[in-house]
């Protein structure tokens, strides 16, 4: 029965349902970033008010008892529910379902297949695939690109339908009604099971679906189209948002605008032009800085081979610089019969490295270098360079030489 539940008004309450299973499991989970494994509890209820994943919709969270619901997944007709605690099973627990979640689903879901009504019946373009995600969604359309004309077109159809009332509608029918013919379908999961639900957006479309959904479009408060991007197969990316996402956008929206009017100095009409000022005054400074960190390249080769005292070693950091930068000044110093050490970058975070002269020399410690830095690079023809993580270990070493040939060494 728990379709049934989905969109139900009684299920942003609690329900009761009884404990069948409880075994250990474990699922993927993003932490800080990366996947990691999290070991618990699959949990199986007589019916359940939380929507599993699927159709392009992320699950429900919610609680059994207290305990934190982290997924649900669709096992043929029954949800699997995974927990970090261990359950008794036969017990009655309480089910209460994440309703801000819950409800955030349900706009973007039936604001998708609004938009995917309407875009066929404006323009023809059929939907092959949706992605509902955590900051905004995406209509996969049948069609090579889309025109700003017609995007501005269909966002104030999708809006006109909202301001409408237009009621929605679940419906359940058996494999075999004949008024299956008559809905709109890219077909069923292999292992469906049971009757099929559709969602009846009345007069604009009916869909096969399993998803939550809002009785009344009007529950859509407000549709933002924010554009395309090109998609895979000459199809293109619709994206948008729907009701309280588009809420928080505009007020993302008019905070970052505020910082910019503080920053900027400047009305938000006149941001784009002083941006645009400002990244060319920042590109004429980047190529004055690149000019006079040659000079200052030349001006350091030059000084090193007019000093008397010079060995046949040179080594050099430098906060600012590149790799042309260390070029110049092995190319200056010459590296015939010199060794030369560059680095360049913070002292204590990533930079690179140059490592060049005679080639016999800088073979051999070329991935010593590398080791003592643990950095990547490779060499040939008597220069040795790469990138570090960071260059604190190159201060570590500040005291210490590392010999060549049982002669020649170099040190910071």
Not at 126 to 147: A, F, N, V, Y
Not at 235 to 259: D, H, I, M, P
Request: glycine share 10%.
């Amino acid at each position: 029965i728990w379709v049934f539940l989905f969109s139900s008004p009684n299920s942003r309450g609690r329900c009761f349902f009884h404990m069948v299973a409880c075994s250990p499991g474990e699922m993927k989970q993003e932490i800080n970033g990366k996947k990691e494994t999290v070991k618990g509890f699959n949990v199986k209820l007589q019916d359940t008010i939380l929507f599993p994943e699927g159709g392009g919709q992320p699950d429900d969270h919610g609680l059994i008892g207290d305990v934190p619901v982290l997924r649900v997944t669709r096992l043929g007709a029954e949800a699997v529910h995974f927990v970090s605690s261990a359950l008794e099973v036969g017990q009655e627990v309480q089910l209460k379902v994440d309703w801000e979640r819950r409800f955030d689903h349900m706009q973007q879901h039936s604001g998708q297949h609004l938009i995917t009504a309407i875009a066929e019946s404006m323009f023809g373009y059929k939907t092959t695939s949706w992605e509902l995600g955590r900051q905004r969604s995406t209509i996969e359309l049948d069609t090579p690109s889309m025109k700003p004309v017609q995007i501005e077109a269909l966002e104030a159809a999708v809006n006109e339908k909202i301001r409408a009332h237009v009621p929605v509608a679940v419906q359940v029918l058996s494999l075999d009604d004949p008024a299956l013919e008559k809905v709109r379908s890219r077909g069923l999961p292999d292992d469906a099971a049971g009757p099929i639900r559709i969602i009846d957006i009345e007069g604009i479309d009916v869909n096969m679906c399993c998803g939550t959904h809002v009785s009344n479009l009007s529950h859509l408060q407000v549709i933002k189209l924010l554009g395309t991007e090109k998609g895979k197969k000459n199809k293109t990316n619709l994206l948008f948002l729907v009701g309280n996402r588009v809420l928080k956008y505009a007020e993302k929206s008019y905070s970052t605008e505020r910082s910019l009017v503080s920053l900027l100095k400047t009305g938000p009409d006149d941001h784009v032009d002083t941006v645009d000022k400002i990244q060319k005054t920042v590109k004429g400074l980047q190529k004055s800085n690149l000019g006079l960190l040659r000079d200052m390249a030349v001006l350091i080769a030059q000084n090193f081979k007019c000093n008397p005292e010079r060995g046949n070693f040179f080594t050099l950091h430098k906060k600012e610089g590149d790799n042309e930068f260390m070029s110049i000044i092995a190319n200056e110093i010459g590296t015939e019969e010199t060794l030369v050490f560059l680095t360049v970058g913070e002292e204590k975070g990533p930079g690179l490295f140059l490592l060049a002269g005679p080639s016999g020399k800088v073979s051999e410690l070329g991935p010593r270098v590398l080791e003592m830095l643990q950095g990547k690079g490779a060499g040939k023809n008597g220069r040795f360079q790469g990138k570090v993580n960071s260059m604190a270990r190159r201060g570590e070493n500040s005291a210490k030489y590392i010999t060549i040939n049982s002669n020649l060494c170099f040190a910071k």
